[in-house]
């Protein structure tokens, strides 16, 4: 199932900051932000997951915020209208790097990894 977001975010880049009202989805490798515009108006920006940098839920003052980076532009989701924010960030950290959050997939892959030793008496 994919998860929406809609609500207000910062997006702060090299050329300042400005607050847009928009909807946030996965789809395939990208995520999509749709800038909603007065009169029905859209604007469609995708953002390749592979560049996504620093997915964050940061609890302050009793709000949820969601941040993360792609490039130069910095991202802050504040009080969804539509959607969790929490779950929000969660799917777009496992489309990012394919683990869930505690990391026991990272932990569990050092232990069968092969040294150097093992690997020279498997070639003989």
Known sequence: MMMRVAGMCKVAANFGM????GEFYLE?????FDRNYSMGMKKRQTFPIAKLTDILVVPEN???YVTFACGDMLFELDEAVNGDLSDFAWELRTARYGVKQDGTQFRNAKRRQYT?????HFAE
Do not use: A, I, S
């Open 18 to 21: 400005e607050f847009q009202y």
């Open 62 to 64: 009793g709000r949820l």
């Open 28 to 32: 395939r490798d990208y995520l999509v």
């Open 116 to 120: 150097t030793h093992h690997q020279h």
